[in-house]
């Protein structure tokens, strides 16, 4: 019997007096290339953008708390201006290990890119800032293969022309031209840039205050023209805008008094998509929310604009419900809202209250509307945050780092076997005997490492002295290895 049968032989006979043949061995499989192996469906011209806030600072990244965390009245770490809590703690916007992982959970929840509320180029206020904070975030992007687009915030030229930032309104224009200008030449053509028709998508949260003269004036220099989105009842000449989108209503929406709220948030998305049909848009765009339960009366900024549960008896959640409607729908975008307004509580990445709930929902409904054959599940979802965890954990330790640098770019390639097996071995401190790789879980790879080394003693080159593992050892790897590796199948030693 030569050594390849006698192997079999043990495998066969061990497999079956320990019962691992229950784990499935005949569906194992592994890829040549260490590739996450995918049937992708066609393409679809439906996209999924998560609305992104890039407006978040942190003390230990920029040296002071931002005033989103804060709002002037709260004091992180301690506490933050939210009824919520990301899974990343008080973030900053500028933090490449906040931005990788991010980036990485909108892949693997089947999201498609964000969309950055943005405030413009000057340096006024924290306008500079998120911009800043944007530019850092989109190589991310790019490297996760998303895309990304504009919302943007003319109210910034309001604020800035009542505080004297421009001597008069023609100056604001002029100014909103050079935004325009910027934009087209940094972000627009950039080849990560969402584009319908070869021409960008840009979003305006209003106009609140160009007119409809001055948005022309604004677009007379591009070429081509974006496509322009405004925000929902902001009628704008069809030579300007090519649709809108809509945003959750919570001064309409649910409170503890309503008598049928869920009806409340049927309605308004029906007369949205009512007013699509009407105004026959080519292409617009429909929104998907997880609640509105803002921190602002808290906080003593001002009222609440309202609430809206996040629990309907009828439809079960609120985003299932109108994530669900939303890829039902004849849109071309379908815009998450929000990734992470923590102020306003439309938080959809993992938080401590809500964990991967929603990343989970948005798997589920992708697959089930848009690709049958996604590929990430909800166990994937857990690995950029770990890869963030130690990261923070580990800051003063270069060897850790430089493993951790491996694994981001390994989650990057899809490689999520061997991203995971190394945060597994960086997080381990105590294997037991079988637990040959050190990442403290008795599991196929540490039988394979076994077989590599199957009957070698020392004067074999395949010998490692690590793998004998029997009670005594006995200088060779035999049916006692391998029988002491069973003992501990599937254990984990954390």
Known sequence: MNKQNRM???VSLVLSVSGLNRIGWANVTTSTDGLLSTNSASATPKKIMAHYMPWYQSKPVSGSWGWHWTMNHFNPPTSIASHYHSLFGPYDSRDPHVLASQALLMKFAGIDGMIADWY?????WDYGRIRDATNDFIPYIKK???EFSICYEDQSIKHMLENNRFANRNEAVTHGAQVMEWLENNYFNHPSYQKIDNRPVLLCFGPQFFTSSEWTTLF???NPKPQFFPLQYHDLPSTLRTGEYNWPGP????TP?????STRIVNDLTSFYNRADTFHWQ???DGAFPRFHDIYAQAGTGPSYGYIDDQYAAFGTTYSYTLERALQSTSDIVQLITWNDYGEGTIIEPTEEDRYMYLETTQTLRKKHIDPNFPYTAADLRLPIRLYTLRKANLSNPTVMAQLNTAEDYLFADKLKEAQKLLDQIECSNPVAGDLDGDCRINLFDFELLSYAWLSGPADLNWNPAYDISNPKDDRINLFDL????ENWLALSF
């Not at 413009?120 to 006024?124: A, L, R, S, V």
């Not at 001064?251 to 649910?254: C, K």
Request: glycine share 10%; charged share 10%.
């Open 8 to 10: 079999t032989l043990y």
């Open 120 to 124: 413009g180029i000057e340096n006024f």
């Open 144 to 146: 996760a293969r998303l």
């Open 220 to 222: 007379n220099g591009l």
């Open 251 to 254: 001064q309409s929406g649910t």
């Open 257 to 261: 008094s309503s008598p049928t709220p």
């Open 283 to 285: 292409y617009f765009i």
């Open 483 to 486: 029988h002491k590796l069973s």
